[in-house]
Nanobody
Framework: QVQLVESGGGLVQVGESLRLSCAAS????????MGWYRQAPGTERAMVAIMTESGSTNYADSVKGRFTISRDNAKNTVYLQMISLKPEDTALYYCNADHSGIQYWGQGTQVTVSS
C-alpha cells in the first residue's frame, strides 16, 4: 500500500502562482511514475504532469511552459510548481503514483483561480 497526501492548493488570482506537494508513504519501493492529474466539475480526470523515477517528464499541452513537476526521491515527495495560473486551471488536483502497475491516488487538493 502507498499513501499519498497532497497539500498546497488554494484560491489565487489570475496570473499568480502556487506549488502543490505530494508526500508518499508506506510501501514506497518500486514506485515508478509519480504525477499530477486534475478534474474540473463535469469533466474527466486528466493528466497534468508526470515524472518517471529516472526524471523523464510529460506535460499536458495546456500547461507546458507554466507548470513544472519535480521530484525529491529522498523525501518521497513530488511537487507541481504552477505559474501564470488561469481560470481554466481551476480543478481538484490529484497526486498519482504508479507502484508496479498499481495506481494510487491522493485525496485531492482544490485549486481555484479567480478572475
Amino acid at each position: 500500500q502507498v499513501q499519498l497526501v497532497e497539500s498546497g492548493g488554494g484560491l489565487v488570482q489570475v496570473g499568480e502562482s502556487l506549488r502543490l506537494s505530494c508526500a508518499a508513504s508506506g510501501n514506497i519501493r518500486s514506485i515508478n511514475t509519480m504525477g499530477w492529474y486534475r478534474q474540473a466539475p463535469g469533466t474527466e480526470r486528466a493528466m497534468v504532469a508526470i515524472m518517471t523515477e529516472s526524471g523523464s517528464t510529460n506535460y499536458a499541452d495546456s500547461v507546458k511552459g507554466r507548470f513544472t513537476i519535480s521530484r525529491d526521491n529522498a523525501k518521497n515527495t513530488v511537487y507541481l510548481q504552477m505559474i501564470s495560473l488561469k481560470p481554466e486551471d481551476t480543478a481538484l488536483y490529484y497526486c498519482n503514483a504508479d507502484h508496479s502497475g498499481i495506481q494510487y491516488w491522493g485525496q485531492g487538493t482544490q485549486v481555484t483561480v479567480s478572475s
